[in-house]
């Protein structure tokens, strides 16, 4: 019986251009499907757990298409309501050497944004569920989403479900202080934290630090007062050094309370970048919710991550055993026949 | 000096599924842009007219997109305001045999639904015009386009320019009460009028027939009305029958206030659906603001529908030769080498 | 709670030449999935059943790919058996006019050919099921695939479930004297047999008749003795008139004990005719298991197929309302916007 | 020991749009490589003849895809002379409907234009040879053409092979004045004329008529004329009735001297029209040199030639078979499993 | 009211390989269009300045396609003749890694070399333009494309407006003498000299050195000695290191008449190397043009030849804010959400 | 009179997903032909020699079509014997980064491996040859594959031909104790022998290294107990660093019995890997038949499959100049115009 894990958010059709082509110069678009936290959930599924998604599609074949999509790779998607105007889309212009990848969001006024908690029978979703994952997305787009997830935080806690929370903070979608009056709020729920940034409202010093700047000793301080104030349990973040859109070096860092662990570094060279958040995401999960330690877990997911890098689309298709190999050290990329 | 024609209306990102495929088989959309003012526009042009097109795109690059769509093909969209919120997009799967196509409509919040008339300098934009060409589709988009609409038109009779409306009524936009009475007031400016149905509220006798069921005697006493009320010099409808999503016979009529004519008609084979009855619309302006009587005109405007038939995209890019052609009978498709 | 069609057989990856071309000239192929009763399942599910379909795919990437397209389709797929050697392959070549498709089997030592009933727990799979249906094609294909089939049959009328049979005779892959053998015990354990042909052994008078020359007066002479003999409830066969690869003429008989129904002719322009058999009779399952009478669930079946000519791909893709609007007479392919 | 065929003439590059579109829509060609004689030469090596292409392309990579394409089909290449400027193009729009597919040709200049007689071992070429074909192409493009064409004919029939000559006026090449002249001296080293037209200076009566609107019985007086002037064994024409760029009717008729045979006619839904006539060409010759008579070697071209429009490109893949069904009367376009 | 550049040149159609292809591999052709001084002006339309190029094109689809090509990224394109035999092209099979990328021009005889200046209203075309810009590849082409560049370089001094050529010395269009001597005709009438080598006829010392090797102080002297000669108000050239076909570094220099200056150096990854060089130059006249200082222009000249290298095409699509953020330093390719 | 050279192996059609993808992504794969001793054959031929490829295939269309690529790059596959039940396949998943290449073969049953010595006129084939090269794979598929490469070894060295084995020994074909104990069998007949590895039982003092690691002086020891023991003239091997599924650095041995040869190492940005040990080989045996000494011929073939990584396919259509150009150290990657 493997484990099972919800996760709650917005499914957007993803439309890119093919072949290095800029938005002025396409003919054409490859399309797929994503969103932070459908790809945890397809991901989690590519690695033998029950991954449920929850979230709200229009009653159209583009909505239909997004569920086929989630199907695919395995996702129950029993409990996705239908209704409401429109299938939330993104157009991403892929980048190259030092011309960085575009994304235009087209997602005002989809159907997740006013999606109801009503609409979705938590007790049933989180029946036998292991873990609740969302991330600061859904809050971000509407009043309706931020209820919507609190709701869902509150129910996954009350039946004892672990959760996680990716904090995503994008600052095209609401304002800093929006945002941390609403994140506040909703890590009282949150077991794990991903991605903290400067949103929570922490500094080391006086400063307001940009995170990725960070030493190693600093977010042990900085993770410590998070943990204080907030209880969570476990607090990591992906790290990313970007030497162009082509080239990336990525590697993590995961707080337990106690130590503060650095993973290895990967060298990627990027096929595509978009979801590899995601992907550490969800390697955090699985080697949290199989048995690892914290450390085990963030080279997990740090190893799913930098695969990620490597396959086309927002969602992770690498294998777990490709996974573990990597993790093992093994990279080489030799044919396997 | 080329006549000068200017449209108003809303331009489109079309994204059509390739090779006859559904919605929910596509992994690829085809890109194009359209819409019915634009493809007038473009086909002017095409004839060697001097084609102007205004709208209200995003500052983005897909607004620049669509802009460039239109550059391509020789319209000039100096004038086209720069803002909002998005691109109005439209999804296509084209149908074939006994499978209609399907068209998911995605313009709600589009930049052209809040522009405004004083983004518009209509002294400027109608300087030197002969025509000018709209539709009922702005008009139903929202109120502003109502403002924006009637505007124009106010604008354009004052400088004496002929206009023309393509009734285009489309229920999913509006109820018929309210696009009665938002064309009744439109209709006060009109000098041609294209496509009339029961929108504005003709009856045959009692019945609030089908137009598309009529006879030609009947098409003369319903367009005579129409004249009456509105005193508009030239009334024309395309004609449609459609024996399946692959083959259609077309014809038209028109009406001067004296004699109603019936065109010849063409059974076409159909590569793309979309966009004919711009074409009809753009043949009959090339027609009678070159010199043509109306039935001419309408014999130019009903071949260049054909044509456009057997063109992919929204546009139609037959040439000035190929319509004058068919006209004259050539359809025989022989190779010009 | 969705009425359950469990359906048996092979699922190949099909691989066919993209734009008309043949297999000499092409340099890449289009792949899908498809088999005739993945068919079934597949389309039963998109008229909202609950379709179950169990085979046996290889533990590879390809058997996976499989089952992902099955999944994205709805079907439900956890009782299908991994492992075995290969995935079957067929390779399609699209004819056009008076060319015709060629078919190029390679399913020799595909999974399902040495697959044991021992791997499926019938118990498990027929819980709650409504309907059972398979073909003819997996008896042919190997001994183990006949006791495979036999297995399935017997475990599915002792639960009291009905089941459905398409012969769909292939002589490439056994003989007439095995087919007649073999087919001959299944039938013992079929209430409804779909495609009768020669297989059989019925004769009109003295002759061996090729069953598409038949009148409806001779259909209901062969199929009565098929009945009396058999016991099915109900035997249908689609017919086939082939102008040429690019248009057909279809329809139907069904035979319910007392009457022979013949359904409306269509007339098709060809897009994919691959399936458009399993459309028939995923048609014909879904109107009997919604309560149609025979009549009614024939014109059903032929109006799905008809639709599926103009849909790439095995699997058919049409909706529920769409076939229920072709039924009613709307084959106008006009554009549903 | 199979018939050895020797051809002579060019061989371009094709590049069409893909997918209906118009020059000024596309942004990629797809190519091919045909010409006139080069389409014969691999149509006989698919019938299972030893078909010899000789021509000049350049010595650089395009010269050398040219060939290679051949060679994938069979066809001898090394008697091709590599040197000279460029190869040939040219550009295809295919048609659609009422649309007439568009050709531009680009080969002034190219390889082939100055190409010498003395670039070719006729010798060698032609030894075991059992026929030869050429066409009025080549002749036409450049003074340098008629030279190679006349030597090669000369030396051919100096082996006492039999040769073939199918006339292709193309009026944007050379003035009727000239191809008349030129013509005139060819046809006396031919004994297979194809394609008779008004070139040669043939009338009915005081009418220079057009050979399309020609009844058998004209055709036998023109024929008859003809083949007492210049002494042709057969004279031969393929047949079109040109509805529409999509649906045309062909046959063809032939004259053995005592006979005008006239051939079955077939509608086909084009898919490709180009190069119909080599196909009929071709068939007609390996018709005559297996043995036909001149009846059974029409029917054969004429199949041959409806076959080909259903391929993409210019050469014809249908093979013997194929060819020989067509011919029986079976053209039911049944998928072939 | 935007700065007016005018250019004159060739542009032509480029048929290059998909997918890393070699020409003997490929099945198809992308397309797209471009020339140097095509490319430049395009380059400054979109920096917002107005671009005129100037050139001529035949009087058909394919000569209109790249019209439309100009039109679409906002090239003014009134002034184009149209006429002469054909449109030049050039096949492109890009390299990778240690292959270098093939290109086969196949210009001769295209529209532009039999253009005279009497077709070009250089009156017109100049009025209220601040620069002119042309290159050695016209004048190299045929005599009348010298004449037609010395014309145009003498009307744009006689209007006072600023000019600069590219030398861009092709070896298989000429031999050193006549260009030297040619280009030094023209160099009478260049404020600014582009790309210079050793066409032009200097040295350092004795040796006819590889300028592409010369060390700053080298430059110095050489472009002092051009300088001296000529009057060139700006001397400046492209500098780039070759690792692979996958890889180099570039960087460039430009002299003022008191200091050369050197800019930053770029590793980049190639996606498309074509008309780096132009963008180089497109990207000084913007800087100069716009005020910027010797050293400031050739920063943004380079910047700009940079994400070039990241653009499929022969045109710079880079927008201004890219080239001034790159040129701020800010390379980092991070995604732009 | 170029050099005759035959080659022994299977020619499988290879299917690999575009743009990435991973098998569970793709809807279409880019097909190509290759096998190992085919990829020689027609490598050679593209140097200039005479290549010989002899196979089985089954007598259909698929089969055609890989003679048909065969021939389409120059070699001679007249020899080839038709029939058996299927082409053999295989799957490719092209990685990247740190992504492996996958690799599914699917060749069981293919017509190849049930080919009987006596379906190849070996008299014949071998007439004028001057080398015979085959490798470890064909023995391992099947007992009469083994039969065959040994029946052919005899009749080469019968001839007195040169003979080449790659031993290629593939752990899923069969086992070490079989593999060595045929290998060792045929290794009577060989002349040179490529890619050694522990197949043949070698070891350094205790160890059964992985040749992988050895040093220089190792491979002399080794290679030395192989001359010994075998015979050889030549043995060599090329080595590769995998530092990822894009980037390699490769370089090769060559030992001629009395000095080991290293050649100069090449880092490459892998395009497609597959087919770079066949590139070796080929090079190698051209060097060595056109009279290079082994070092040479040891660094042409390195050169030769460094740019094998730079081409789509298994096939190597880097021409003679640019490997020869690499040899000489050309590998900037310089635009060749």
Redesign the interface.
């Known amino acids: 019986m493997p484990k099972k894990v919800v996760t709650l958010g917005e499914i957007m059709m993803r439309?890119s251009t093919?072949?290095?082509?800029?938005?002025?110069?396409?003919?054409?678009?490859?399309?797929?499907y994503g969103g932070g936290e459908a790809n945890v959930a397809a991901a989690l599924c590519n690695y033998g757990l029950n991954g449920v998604f929850i979230t709200k599609v229009p009653d159209?074949?583009?909505g239909?298409?997004a569920i086929?999509?989630l199907?695919?790779?395995?996702v129950d998607t029993q409990f996705i309501a239908r209704g409401g105007?429109?299938l939330g889309?993104y157009?991403l212009?892929p980048?190259?050497?030092?011309?960085?990848?575009?994304?235009?969001?087209?997602r005002?006024?989809s159907s997740i944004t006013d999606a109801d908690a009503s609409e979705f029978d938590f007790d049933k979703i989180f029946e036998g569920a292991d873990w609740f994952h969302t991330s600061g997305i859904t809050p971000a787009i509407s009043d309706k989403g931020t209820a919507l997830t609190l709701a869902a935080l509150k129910a996954a806690k009350a039946k004892g479900i672990t959760t996680s929370l990716d904090l995503n903070y994008?600052k095209?979608l609401w304002t800093a202080d929006k945002a941390r009056e609403v994140l506040t709020q909703l890590c009282q729920y949150v077991d794990m934290c991903i991605g903290p940034d400067a949103t929570l409202g922490f500094h080391i010093g006086d400063t307001d630090v940009n995170l990725t700047d960070l030493k190693p000793k600093d977010y042990k301080t900085v993770f410590g007062h998070m943990r204080e104030k907030y209880g969570f349990k476990y607090i990591a973040s992906g790290l990313r050094e970007?030497?162009?859109?082509?080239?990336n070096r990525i590697s993590a860092v995961i707080y337990d309370g106690s130590t503060l662990y650095q993973t290895k570094q990967?060298d990627?060279?990027?096929?595509?970048?978009?979801g590899a958040g995601d992907s550490f995401a969800s390697g955090l999960i699985y080697g949290l919710i199989t048995g690892m330690n914290a450390a085990d877990a963030a080279e997990f997911g740090v190893a799913a991550s930098?695969?990620k890098?490597?396959?086309?689309?927002d969602m992770n298709?690498?294998t777990l055993s490709?996974v573990e190999e990597?993790v093992k050290g093994n990279?080489?990329?030799?044919?396997?026949?």
């Not at 938005?23 to 490859?30: I, P």
């Not at 980048?95 to 087209?106: L, P």
């Not at 990279?331 to 026949?337: C, D, H, P, T, V």
């Open positions: 439309l093919p072949d290095h082509k800029r938005f002025v110069q396409t003919e054409s678009f490859d399309i797929t159209n074949a583009l239909q298409s086929n999509h199907r695919r790779y395995g105007k429109r889309l157009f212009e980048g190259a050497s030092m011309r960085a990848s575009q994304v235009i969001y087209d005002a006024g994008r095209k970007s030497h162009s859109a082509s080239d990967y990627v060279r990027i096929v595509d970048r978009v930098a695969l890098h490597t396959i086309p689309g298709h690498a490709e990597l990279g080489s990329g030799k044919i396997q026949r």
